[in-house]
């Protein structure tokens, strides 16, 4: 068990604050490892549970390779009882599929990481997961926690539905030109690190299968294909028909994705650089660069990184963004929407370079 | 100097075999080495010349690290005369725009690795390059050296323009589609090692700048863009709009291309796997494949490997193709044009696995 | 310049706390910029003055990739007077041999993270680095800031000589059977990431020299070999006898020596254990572990994982300690220093996971 | 079945040319398909066997994704009679103590790349590998294939035992000083590729576990020390002591060794290289040479590179070696065993750059 007898968190902040209390279930993985580091460092948290049935028992600093705190955290089995008790919000960092089936008995405000609350209906759920879902009421209450898109109904909401990582890295550059009316069919191809696809024990992800090498997957049947249309569309009310094709890097973090637009109203490089600025011009997360960005540039913070182009030989915007999976397109995105839905600074904990 | 007083070739062939006498210019790069390893081994072939004025008296196993041959195969400096006098065949793996300059006076047969002959007129060359043409008139005879599509022109040449790599890679999966107009535009997205940019010593070619990092480059301005929409013309009389962007990859070799076809008559994932396989039935090296190809099935073979699918949802084609770009995308091919236009078996010295 | 009007720290501190004025000189090397990021978050420290020829009037957001602070901090000229007068305490993160042509002239405490203040006398300087010490003097009042060895010295001190990053991996876990009279001749057999070489545009740190490569240099030659002996006899008074073999790793950061040491009395693997955790028993950066470390345990952390084994069979003490070559192996111990020399505590901006 | 009808060599070799039946058996792992490579493009070798049982029914080209040679190649399961029947020699590329088991009953001769045949006696193995061995008189008449060492023993042999990997980096490096009584004691450390480990689906195999990190596994316990020591043993008649920890490289392929030696006579480095020159000079695949060698100047070749240096200031000799350990340290020095025990040129297939 994680809570101390005091209650008092453990970082030395002073006593008179009211803290929240959260909890991170499936905190052995990679978004669950990131989620811990994170919330530990931030001023107004206290971690106070923390599940995984595989690690149960175990003291997470053996997992971090850190003992310095001398802090005795351990894990706890996940039980819905014991987080609607101990804690007033939990992160959920659980495979597909195996998320609703617990979020549906939990009373308290979650953050999902999974993509189990992402889609506003179950029948697509169904359609691109393969299984039914076992509470698809919450679907319809759910916010989709892309800030930069919803952050008004995250102010407050208590299901929130973390997007996947390519989805974010897509979304951001695409929307402002499907909104303004500019494109409505698109080509996305992006390329993530190996972290994307989890500690996953396959022949597939072994080092002599990745390393000096590259490779398509998911041709054009990828699940954020669906995720990335309806988060456009349920924000824009406009279409957008993409064709999406996700690639492995050998590198161990970071997405880079290349967008291809139709530019349906012939606007030149400035126009295309004036409406993504204007969009994001107050987003603390999102730089829109002069330049291309690259992976190393993103890799350590939670920003997106954005460069547009036009190719008026063939017709074409070319947009360009670089993201953290892990941060951005993960675990910092989802401490960005705690922030948000509690009234925190907005980059507490997440601002900067993280490592 | 590289002859043997007796001119007889470095393996123990027989005496009375006629041997086509080969020199290589710019031995020292990547495509030199892996030229050089290749004619080495190839059964009717005399290594007469090696020229390079930064190795100039070197001896070549210095720098191939292998001494095993007990030969004294040296490097002489760059010299038109000596290569006219030396030589039956000349192949030039030198810079882009120094090429030309040598080329203007050599009286034998050639292959550049170079792009200085790969247009068939001198403006398309100065408006991409820079830099005036100095000898346009070989132009006009030059073949583009791209077997799949020119075999024929290429038996008997005197002039073979090797292809670019990426174009290689884009050409091959592209031109059976436009051929039969199919498709009129495309969207080609490719990420190459980086021998691809050869040994220059550059601050993005740190390893420092390079490993766990992954950018894209020359966005919708890269000159195999121009040169695959002409090649493609010259052949099909159809014309292709291409946007194209090339990415760099934390790897040594290979490149894989994404490519999304517009799909004029909607054919279906049949038809366009028939397509491509009716165009290429007979191509040694070509292998058209039902799952999607990775960089390292590629390397180490001159095999260009292509995997066709249909995006229905969004009206594309999509092809991804990958090469070794040291061999198909420059050494493997230009040895592979040598063969076909001396009526050597095609597949002399690049069939299989050469690492 | 960097200095705020206001003269307050860059993060929303309180305003009546006493802020340590802290500058950095060779702020763009790997070493620099790390430095920066952990004095950014240190609760204590104002940083207020960044020194770079290179990079002068540039903003450092541009470098490190980040501007969500909307800080507008420059770089400066590297200049005594603007460092005497602008701060309390400076960073030299400077090439070894131009460190102490400028520290001559600084009359405020210094953190030197080159070699040029090593070694207590300037005999053994100018016979390893092969030029005139411009103010020998400083070499006898000096520390060597390992703080495991040397802490006492470390508070109050004016001049910290950072040690030098194999330098402390080796040190630390054979200081304790030195000490005991239980070895006196040592083999140390290290390696290292990439960014111990920092950024020079050396064709050796090109991707293709060091990707799927790995080598020894500096064979029985490097500059650390006296480093460690003389920090070794300064603390113990016994002599060590070193051959050390530095290797170059195709990863970005991290080293991890293994060290056979000599067993003059025989122990056993439990008596070993024993000796290495006593010694390091209260300190907050050691980790004394039952299995093997890695280096990805320790990057981005400043601790030493140390694990001890014996060979009985060759009768060796055998020794393997990781560190990050960026934090313990330079600017997290020199922040270590810092935090010692003024009184606050060690660990802080340094402790647990810092990316 | 493998065998064509009309049991020609799968290349185009004269009839009337007596052809080596071979058999290689584990021939998907990745010493079995170097060895199929190699022996592919031998004059003097047909391929008549290849036994999988996890590829039993396969074909070949599948697997090296390679097909243009349209050669019906398939996989069999691994049969003793089929072997018996089919072949004149047999590789085995099996799992250590499963190939005594096969190697039992087989009746040809066999060149066995396992460890099951490299000790001389079988309470050595038995203590080591924790197994009864099946066949212990078999061991009475195997030889040790090292040929640099027991060449003479090879030439005629029945039952090669090919040596491990790191055991061919270190024991060709050390030999000569033991031999001459200059070195009693030594310490080995090396370092691997992941190949080394095979293609087991373990997760300390997983990319991000291997990725950047570094690591020392089997500390002063690894098989090949005992081995080292009884090869040197029987051929020099003097007693080596060796403490040997081998590394994990985040790489694929290659092992460089760096051994201190205690320098008994206190040789200078013009005699140590003396020492080592002579010894090998008329080996076809040792390079001594006066720089230290690097993984990528034996990647791809049969070769063993050495380079000696003296630490006169702790009194040892340095001997630095590099191998690939697919091809010296496995498949390539398994064919320089078949080489000499036929009367074949000791080179055949395996001279130069193999890939």
Known sequence: MVIREQERPFSGLSDNKKMLKVGICGASGFTGAMLLRILYKHSSVLISYLGSNSYNGSNVNALLNSDYENTPICFSSIDVDLINKKCDLIFLAMPHTASHLLLKDIKIPAIDLSADFRFNNSALYEKWYGTVHSCPDKLTNRVYGLPELFRDRIVGSTLIANPGCYATSIILPI????????CSSAVADSASGVSGAGKALKKELLFYKVDENYKAYNIAAHKHQPEIEEAIGEKSGQKIALSFVPHLLPIRRGILSTIYMDNLSKIDKNEVAMIIKKQYKNEPFIKVRDDPPQILDVV????CHIYAAVDEHNGKIIVISAIDNLLKGASGQAVQ???IAY?????EAIGGWLG
């Open 343 to 347: 009234g925190f600074d907005e980059t």
């Open 337 to 339: 929407n705690m922030n």
């Open 175 to 182: 929307y402002p030109f499907v909104r303004n009316g500019l």
């Open 300 to 303: 350590g913070t939670n920003d």
